[in-house]
């Protein structure tokens, strides 16, 4: 059966083996060559291969600790399950990406981010400890001390290392299901990146870009701050999602569409230039999670998320050549979302490292794959780097001039007899035999 | 806290069903093949606000053994409010086709078991005086069909054996409500094409509990199910022979 990732682009025909418990994943391991998948939300081909475990039926909670707020749960078991057990007992994630529907194993893998990464790190910096199976069928309990060098390789590992079956999470103390969110915004690049130093004491920060804006509009955006509310009221709105005929809705991703859209959301923004109000903790992390179909818009040829991350020295020169770049290639963006990224942390393939981060949703089309070459390369020279989570086109080369540490991973990997196990078209493609 | 006995508590409804139940804090008696995986299944549900979870792991195709078993849960719970029973195969039809001891083993999961069940679970609660049984059936019950006529004509017999039981307890005061599911997205299913008639064991488990809760007799799920068996049943079989659904 043909699978992909969220992105829908590249496609690969795979056999999927869903497991039901531990012996079944274990006989599974010692018989295939594999990568192991979680809900398949990350955008590129990291999650593809031909022989694929499907976590999705490990999804049991194992113990809720409701006093400490520790959870230990099957890798399968998604955000989105776990929010509606935690949160009324006032408890939520340190940490959460921009959609609910992945699950714990693939937050691990990808060692996700979120909004208040300038403050609280990664998804990893609160896992306590992993239960993974290994290439050899071993079963093994893997924390900061027992066994680090795996427990490094796994969390940001992107499932190279091993399958993690369970894993304990420290969660957070919350006394509201609400999220305070004001907006503010921005009329050019300098000043919307003065903006995420000058609210760092903000929880959650993230904002949106214009990336269609020219002339004295460049570098528009919209910076939404979030805390938590306070009002010790922890029922949450009832979460509903649809999916929509979004598909029919393609032809609509154009250039001038785009540009008029954005327009309207930055005016939207800015009739009242300061706007605080109360919203849905749903609402303020996980908005695209109400449709579930959403990345049917670029119909089915699929898109690219292009997430990159620059340190802070030159970044705004160095934003500025890269959106020209994408401007003088007749390409854009639809959507583009910019964040500051706080200190990186000890994982050997992490992502997040300190500096700006952006994301650009490109429909996918050969002039867009030529563009992304370039916009490597550049990516390259200003030292910084792609997020695995998000890539379906990055050169061998490209990755390990830019994952510093790829050579300790790799080690690892054929350390714990993962590297002829535990195998997707990303890890071929990036030269990680 | 009502005391729910689940039987073939690792299927993907049965799970679903249970995890409404925890959340009220219930008490639960599981029983299913897999040792393991009830194991989780039962930490899984006392994490989420079951009162008590037990679990009692047995081949249900030993009919033998269900009196033990029924007994053993009246014991462990001191008495059993709701029972469900979720367990089954989807039977192959091909391979029964070809295959006399397949179709039987079939008829033997699917029907025999459970009726061996309801039995004893009918002169339990018929002498208490109180109580909900509710079963699995399906709407390929309704009608035989060549596409899946074994699966099916095994859960017409759980139709007609409950419609009779419904009808034997109604003076005892209990209930029993035959639940007829059409197509359920599981996640073993989670990639296929799927139609506008699937839905989520979410939403099944939901109409479940529901209709337990309402002591119904018959429920279609999604109840658009209704309509459709009852217009697929009034095609004269003349027509219905030569026709392909």
């Known amino acids: 059966m043909k699978i992909h990732g969220w992105g829908r682009y590249p496609k690969i025909d795979a056999t999927l083996f869903y497991p039901k418990d531990q012996s079944e994943c274990i006989n599974y391991i010692k018989k295939n060559s594999f990568i192991p998948r979680g809900s398949g939300k990350s955008y590129g081909d990291s999650a593809n291969a031909e022989n694929v475990l499907q976590s999705l039926c490990l999804n049991q909670l194992i113990k809720f600790d409701k006093i400490n707020g520790v959870i230990i749960c099957q890798s399968g078991i998604t955000f989105r399950d776990l929010i509606s057990i935690i949160v009324p007992e006032g408890w939520f994630f340190h940490v959460t990406p921009g959609t609910s529907n992945i699950t714990i194993g693939g937050a691990v893998a990808a060692d996700v981010h979120g909004k208040n990464h300038h403050k609280k790190g990664s998804f990893s910096n609160y896992v306590l400890s992993i239960d993974m199976i290994l290439g050899s069928g071993d079963f093994v309990s893997v924390t900061r001390d027992n066994l680090p060098d795996l427990f490094y390789a796994t969390c940001g590992g992107m499932g190279l290392t091993g399958f993690i079956f369970s894993a304990t999470i420290q969660l957070k103390r919350i006394t509201s299901g609400k999220i305070f969110q004001s907006t503010k915004i921005f009329k050019s690049l300098e000043e919307i990146c003065e903006s995420f130093e000058k609210f760092s004491a903000a929880n959650y920060s993230v904002a949106w870009l214009d990336t269609l804006a020219t002339g004295k509009d460049f570098g528009r955006s919209v910076l939404f701050i979030g805390e938590h509310s306070d009002d010790e009221n922890l029922s949450m709105n009832k979460f509903k999602s649809l999916n929509l005929p979004i598909k029919l809705g393609s032809f609509m991703i154009n250039k001038h569409t785009m540009k008029i859209f954005n327009k309207i959301y930055y005016k939207k923004n800015s009739i009242n230039k300061e706007n605080k109000y109360l919203i849905d903790i749903n609402n303020f992390f996980y908005p695209l999670d109400t449709i579930k179909n959403w990345n049917l818009i670029y119909g089915n040829s699929g898109f690219i998320q292009y997430q990159f991350v620059i340190p802070k020295n030159n970044s705004v020169s160095n934003l500025k050549k890269i959106l020209k770049k994408i401007n003088d290639h007749n390409q854009f963006s639809t959507l583009a979302v910019l964040k500051l990224l706080g200190k990186s942390n000890d994982n050997y393939l992490s992502f997040p490292m300190e500096g700006l981060t952006l994301a650009l949703d490109f429909k996918l089309s050969n002039s867009i794959i030529k563009l992304i070459k370039f916009l490597d390369e550049m990516i390259v020279d200003m030292n910084g780097k792609i997020y695995l989570a998000k890539d379906a086109l990055m050169s061998e080369n490209t990755f390990k001039k830019t994952y510093s540490k790829w050579k300790k991973f790799q080690a690892v990997r054929i350390k714990y007899h993962a590297n002829d196990k535990f195998v997707s078209s990303q890890s071929k493609r990036l030269g990680l035999l | ?245």
């Open chain 2, 1 to 245: 806290m009502k005391k729910v006995l689940i039987i073939g508590a690792t299927s993907a409804i049965a799970q679903h069903c249970a995890q409404l139940w925890a959340r009220r804090g219930d008490e639960l008696y599981l029983v299913a093949r897999n040792q393991e995986l009830l194991k989780t299944i039962a930490s899984d549900l006392k994490a989420k606000g079951a009162a008590e979870t037990h679990i009692h792991h047995m081949d249900l195709n030993e009919i033998d053994n269900h009196f033990a078993m029924l007994k053993k849960a009246e014991e462990t719970l001191s008495d059993i409010d709701t029972v469900l029973i979720a367990h089954g195969t989807l039977s192959n039809q091909k391979i029964c086709e070809q295959s006399v001891v397949q179709t039987i083993a079939e008829m033997q999961t699917n029907a025999l078991s459970i009726i061996s069940l309801l039995t004893h679970i009918a002169n339990l609660f018929e002498i208490k005086r109180s109580g909900t049984i509710a079963v699995i059936s399906s709407v390929a019950g309704d009608r035989g069909r060549k596409s899946n006529y074994v699966y099916g004509s095994s859960k017409a017999m759980i139709t007609s054996f409950t419609s009779g039981l419904r009808q034997r307890l109604n003076k005892a005061n209990v209930a029993v409500v035959t639940i007829k599911p059409g197509f359920v997205n599981t996640p073993m299913t989670a990639t296929l094409k799927k139609g506008l008639l699937w839905v989520k064991p979410e939403f099944v488990s939901a109409k479940i509990v529901k209709a337990i809760d309402q002591r119904k007799d018959e429920v279609y799920i999604p109840s658009l199910w209704w309509l459709i068996m009852t217009i697929i049943k009034i095609i004269p079989e003349n027509i219905f022979k030569r026709i392909n659904i």
